[in-house]
């Protein structure tokens, strides 16, 4: 009982800076003003930084604008989007393919941009989905899902989507422990008996995702990864919580030991061991869906087998460091030498250095082994340790100046400190209960550390109340100075768990503005009204349909039955940026499509009832918007109505 | 082919003010300093203003602050959303039932909140649902979708869902002429059989919806409309376009006709007729769903038969009015004496007097009818004309100072002018092609007018890019001096078509912060630990589980079996404010649930393998969040595993 009583405490101490109440951190009228000015983005500039933020249980990934804090796109990725029709169109739906089958939601946590030697490319943003372990990848050039791959043997997939200095691999660290392969035991029985896979997918140039090994360890919870760069590219840390292998009651019975584990891989080893035939081939079942954009069509194919690597047959490749119990954040520094932990339930943060660490691996100055992995000896590893910083230490980021910037769930805060001297140098409080923090490029070689975002889990009273469900809130701080600064609050869509920003001159001049309809490859694409047509298939009916400022050809349709399955392929033919249309059909048992310029989308409607009903555009598209509709006729099941469409030059 | 000549010429001009490009209005440096602190809501402080802006294709509604343009929510109203599994959970998706079966998707246009005297009361959002016409009504206590009702006979429900002065009445006029009763019969013999119905939804004191009857009107395209006030009280004034009845390609032959109509319709003689007995009872099917605040679980019940008017039978109750062709917006001022008609392909705006009206009617001083029902002399019922105000007016807003504000889609710009005088007083561009605006209260008899918002609908180069598909952009002016002031460039969620503003004062006192678990009456609800359990009935398996910070009990379940249908009914029993919890299950077919402190909600799993399944909480909920976890052991369809579950206690 000692340790829910330290919870009680830690929960009491919360609670008193939270009772603080609505707090504007400070600032003097002057310094208010002067605020305003840093935020404020005047009608027709353009912000300085993209920042990517999962979007947590939506499933989705947000993009928003620094330093005013405007959200500019949810970019749907694992779950169905009513605003466009993904996930209910025909060329989206495969994307939610699982090895369990239709899987229409995703918990996105972790979003991280692609790397060319160790610095933010912006050519592609990964971002992992924990509850049915996926990665997704966003090209950041249609700012579209591309591709999701499911991860086989794992289940919540939290230490994830990371990404290495070339974007070789991107990994998948299983946050519960299970049993591998999975089979019905006793849960009690999990000590020992479960696994905790951490995978390795390989990136090729472009940007397609392949699993390449699974490393089969033992049964605790990874939670949080980061891999070494610089100095320390080549391997990949991994924090871990549940070393007790507790199977209930986990807020009691996982905080037992003084310690978990900081895993330390080289997967460059492990690479190596693999491409030369090293590994096994286990079973393995699982999706992998790519969205193509010339088809405009997302195919899924499901794979079969992985390679699984046990930790203890590749020499020097894996080994456990000890870290204060139950961390989180596991971040390395720009120079690559030193690894943060975050000991969630500590006061303290231990700083690991790499050096040591190699040292500590060449001397074999081993603690002890857990399941037969070598324990690093937990002091000779440390570089040092930045005590009584806060309490409960979550995330760090870095500025490149030689500065860390660590956040502190339970004491609200964001706390600034030294490399090298492990001094305090500045502490601001954030409104309230910080989870992550966000500088762009503040996990590369070279962050562009002019602002720093701190996401927080509690909002209260920071905006007008809007019932019982809140926005989460992020906070916006100027990080240029000696002190942060606190410049501006902000809502935050979903709940985002995590970020990756980037300067936008990195990206903004590669975004596609419209897709070119000569390359469109769809099977049903119509490329002019010339080529729209309706044709009857048995009960299918494929209706090849135009839209163009402002009306759909064909707009009359005759001769559809009650029990048939319509689809509707509709193309877009406008060749110019920001000129969608959107389709839909009164009663229909799916979204609406939104069509991008060039794109074709495929809606299908089964009518039940006969009657003449209702189409019409859903995006507000010119002058005569409103009149950019049609009817489709629907008759009996064995009525004689011959299929017939009108067609713009009749 | 001279319309569409004049179209071609229209949208050249259209293409001429784009062309400009980026602008950011002309603003110095020093007034955009200036404009930065208007904006600005320092960290800490409060908006003064909610805007609750419909969300169009993503058929929710979005809340924002005004004047920081800061999105604070999206509530869920006509579509599935995952981020909260709203249409996914067992009590939600009975909101999405209709007489079509399930439609998980809805295009949201017109908000408008609950009046009393002609004034803004804050209890109530309602909003239209135009692709399978329904409507909803949202708590503004809650910020939660309580109730929605389908709309039988009508097609598109654009001409809704505004509000009476005394909530009495809310109106859904049907979009697209359809045959009513609806039936099988060629599309090009529309004209003169189709019909045109709006219907009445009598608004009782708890805010429950009942329509009351339904006019049926011949067969144009009802558009938009408003209540009388003040004066006009009594009346509802709808507009109407292709009162040529055009069947096909209707940007061209909807548009041949000089003058479409506006519809004066005596709402309050229909009211008694059919308090009297009037109107004919015709068949009718449609949903009608509510969701219970106490149970936390919606009901649908399918509805038989309206009461239908023939317009024609009522003595008084029913007039056209000429207007320019195509209209769009039909405006009343505060004083309820003038109806401006936006004839959207016109330069001019049409100001009716309804005093002039009433002379009209008096002296049936008619031009001739419309399939019978008279149709007023135009040039007697005008008040004046604006002339020469821009290309393409949409939408008039009011600010009780004796101006009026209206947009003009199609050389991008806001209005300003002078009721009575009709002179033009002002003039700013908008970027781009602006949709309609709102004022706080500015459709009731006292308007807020310190902001006026313009909703743009092409975005273009605005904000950073996103590849094709782009937010839609909103536009914040200051209009408390003689000049409108262009502040601020925020984007906007989904496709804003109308937005309903208020003063936070008159909001924010009443807004629920959780839910009372002693009132909480849900079937499923276990009030504390010692109630959860586990119950199975053949193979359904009910879980009566519960949640607080930071464990589930139970979080151990056994003797599930692969084809059992797991009914998981989980209560958060936290009782303060901002500490939801979430549930997901892995590989489950549905979404995660995100729960309020004292609701109960349920999500089914269905388990197709056997083996150790693990479940967790997806909100950041407090230090030990990621401990809140727990597994379910699935067995083989015949295994003997026997049912049993951890308790807390145990």
């Given at each position: 009982?000692?340790?829910?009583?330290?919870?009680?405490?830690?929960?009491?101490?919360?609670?008193?800076?939270?009772?603080?109440?609505?707090?504007?951190?400070?600032?003097?009228?002057?310094?208010?003003?002067?605020?305003?000015?840093?935020?404020?983005?005047?009608?027709?500039?353009?912000?300085?930084?993209?920042?990517?933020?999962?979007?947590?249980y939506s499933g989705n990934v947000t993009v928003y604008g620094l330093p005013s804090g405007r959200m500019f796109k949810e970019i749907p990725v694992f779950s169905q989007f009513p605003t466009s029709g993904y996930g209910y169109s025909e060329e989206t739906k495969p994307m939610f393919n699982t090895s369990?089958?239709?899987?229409?939601?995703?918990?996105?946590?972790?979003?991280?941009?692609?790397?060319?030697?160790?610095?933010?490319?912006?050519?592609?943003?990964?971002?992992?989905?924990?509850?049915?372990?996926?990665?997704?990848?966003?090209?950041?050039?249609?700012?579209?899902?591309?591709?999701?791959?499911?991860?086989?043997?794992?289940?919540?997939?939290?230490?994830?989507?990371?990404?290495?200095?070339?974007?070789?691999?991107?990994?998948?660290?299983?946050?519960?422990?299970?049993?591998?392969?999975?089979?019905?035991?006793?849960?009690?029985?999990?000590?020992?008996?479960?696994?905790?896979?951490?995978?390795?997918?390989?990136?090729?140039?472009?940007?397609?995702?392949?699993i390449d090994f699974q490393l089969n360890m033992p049964g605790f919870n990874y939670d949080l990864a980061h891999p070494g760069r610089n100095k320390s590219h080549g391997w990949f840390f991994f924090t871990s919580y549940n070393t007790e292998e507790?199977?209930?009651?986990?807020?009691?019975?996982?905080?037992?030991n003084d310690k978990d584990y900081i895993v330390a891989v080289n997967w460059q080893k492990l690479a190596e061991f693999v491409a030369n035939g090293g590994g096994k081939k286990v079973p393995a079942t699982y999706a992998h869906n790519v969205y193509?954009?010339?088809?405009?069509?997302?195919?899924?194919?499901?794979?079969?087998g992985v390679t699984s690597i046990d930790p203890r047959e590749v020499e020097g490749a894996v080994y456990y460091i000890p870290i204060p119990k139950s961390p989180h954040g596991c971040d390395v520094d720009p120079s690559g030498e030193y690894i943060i932990g975050s000991g969630k339930l500590s006061t303290d943060?231990?700083?690991?250095?790499?050096?040591?660490?190699q040292e500590a691996i060449a001397n074999k100055d081993y603690e002890g082994d857990a399941y037969g992995i070598p324990v690093?000896?937990?002091?000779?590893?440390?570089?040092?340790?930045?005590?009584?910083?806060?309490?409960?230490?979550?995330?760090?980021?870095?500025?490149?100046?030689?500065?860390?910037?660590?956040?502190?769930?339970?004491?609200?805060?964001?706390?600034?400190?030294?490399?090298?001297?492990?001094?305090?140098?500045?502490?601001?409080?954030?409104?309230?209960?910080?989870?992550?923090?966000?500088?762009?490029?503040g996990n590369s070689r070279t962050p562009d550390a002019k602002y720093l975002v701190a996401m927080n889990k509690i909002t209260k009273d920071r905006y007008l109340p809007t019932g019982p469900e809140l926005e989460h809130s992020a906070q916006l701080y100027d990080i240029t100075g000696d002190k942060m600064e606190l410049l501006y609050d902000f809502p935050t869509h979903g709940e985002p768990h995590y970020a990756a920003?980037?300067?936008?001159?990195?990206?903004?001049?590669?975004?596609?503005?419209?897709?070119?309809?000569?390359?469109?490859?769809?099977?049903?694409?119509?490329?002019?009204?010339?080529?729209?047509?309706?044709?009857?298939?048995?009960?299918?009916?494929?209706?090849?349909?135009?839209?163009?400022?402002?009306?759909?050809?064909?707009?009359?349709?005759?001769?559809?039955?009650?029990?048939?399955?319509?689809?509707?392929?509709i193309t877009n033919l406008e060749q110019d940026f920001d000129v969608p249309h959107g389709f839909s059909m009164i009663g229909a048992n799916t979204s609406e499509l939104l069509i991008m310029?060039?794109?074709?989308?495929?809606?299908?409607?089964?009518?039940?009832?006969?009657?003449?009903?209702?189409?019409?555009?859903?995006?507000?598209?010119?002058a005569l918007h409103q009149e950019m509709q049609g009817y489709v006729r629907v008759s009996a099941k064995n009525s004689d109505t011959e299929l017939k469409w009108s067609l713009d030059d009749e």
């Amino acid at each position: 009982m000692k340790t829910i009583k330290n919870i009680f405490l830690l929960t009491a101490v919360a609670g008193l800076i939270l009772s603080c109440g609505n707090n504007n951190g400070g600032k003097s009228g002057a310094m208010a003003s002067s605020n305003a000015e840093k935020v404020y983005v005047a009608p027709g500039e353009h912000d300085e930084y993209y920042a990517f933020m999962s979007g947590g249980y939506s499933g989705n990934v947000t993009v928003y604008g620094l330093p005013s804090g405007r959200m500019f796109k949810e970019i749907p990725v694992f779950s169905q989007f009513p605003t466009s029709g993904y996930g209910y169109s025909e060329e989206t739906k495969p994307m939610f393919n699982t090895s369990f089958g239709f899987v229409p939601w995703g918990d996105a946590h972790h979003p991280d941009i692609s790397q060319t030697n160790g610095e933010l490319d912006g050519r592609w943003l990964f971002i992992n989905e924990n509850n049915t372990p996926r990665i997704a990848r966003i090209s950041l050039a249609t700012f579209e899902t591309e591709e999701i791959i499911e991860i086989p043997h794992s289940a919540g997939n939290h230490a994830s989507s990371f990404v290495t200095e070339n974007t070789e691999y991107i990994v998948a660290g299983t946050r519960f422990a299970v049993p591998n392969p999975q089979r019905d035991m006793p849960i009690s029985e999990m000590k020992g008996e479960f696994k905790g896979p951490l995978t390795f997918i390989a990136i090729d140039d472009s940007g397609h995702m392949k699993i390449d090994f699974q490393l089969n360890m033992p049964g605790f919870n990874y939670d949080l990864a980061h891999p070494g760069r610089n100095k320390s590219h080549g391997w990949f840390f991994f924090t871990s919580y549940n070393t007790e292998e507790a199977n209930t009651l986990l807020e009691v019975n996982a905080s037992q030991n003084d310690k978990d584990y900081i895993v330390a891989v080289n997967w460059q080893k492990l690479a190596e061991f693999v491409a030369n035939g090293g590994g096994k081939k286990v079973p393995a079942t699982y999706a992998h869906n790519v969205y193509d954009e010339k088809t405009h069509t997302a195919t899924s194919t499901m794979m079969e087998g992985v390679t699984s690597i046990d930790p203890r047959e590749v020499e020097g490749a894996v080994y456990y460091i000890p870290i204060p119990k139950s961390p989180h954040g596991c971040d390395v520094d720009p120079s690559g030498e030193y690894i943060i932990g975050s000991g969630k339930l500590s006061t303290d943060l231990s700083i690991y250095s790499f050096t040591k660490i190699q040292e500590a691996i060449a001397n074999k100055d081993y603690e002890g082994d857990a399941y037969g992995i070598p324990v690093l000896n937990y002091e000779n590893t440390l570089a040092g340790v930045v005590t009584q910083a806060g309490l409960g230490p979550l995330h760090t980021e870095f500025d490149g100046r030689g500065n860390a910037y660590t956040t502190f769930f339970i004491s609200s805060e964001v706390v600034k400190w030294k490399l090298e001297t492990w001094e305090v140098v500045d502490r601001q409080p954030t409104y309230y209960s910080v989870g992550h923090l966000m500088i762009p490029g503040g996990n590369s070689r070279t962050p562009d550390a002019k602002y720093l975002v701190a996401m927080n889990k509690i909002t209260k009273d920071r905006y007008l109340p809007t019932g019982p469900e809140l926005e989460h809130s992020a906070q916006l701080y100027d990080i240029t100075g000696d002190k942060m600064e606190l410049l501006y609050d902000f809502p935050t869509h979903g709940e985002p768990h995590y970020a990756a920003g980037i300067a936008a001159s990195k990206i903004k001049d590669n975004v596609k503005k419209y897709y070119d309809l000569e390359e469109n490859n769809h099977p049903y694409v119509a490329k002019s009204e010339s080529e729209t047509k309706v044709v009857r298939n048995g009960n299918e009916v494929h209706v090849y349909m135009t839209m163009i400022r402002s009306h759909f050809s064909p707009d009359n349709i005759e001769g559809i039955k009650v029990g048939d399955k319509v689809y509707f392929h509709i193309t877009n033919l406008e060749q110019d940026f920001d000129v969608p249309h959107g389709f839909s059909m009164i009663g229909a048992n799916t979204s609406e499509l939104l069509i991008m310029p060039g794109q074709t989308k495929t809606s299908i409607w089964e009518p039940k009832r006969e009657g003449v009903w209702p189409f019409y555009c859903t995006d507000f598209c010119s002058a005569l918007h409103q009149e950019m509709q049609g009817y489709v006729r629907v008759s009996a099941k064995n009525s004689d109505t011959e299929l017939k469409w009108s067609l713009d030059d009749e």
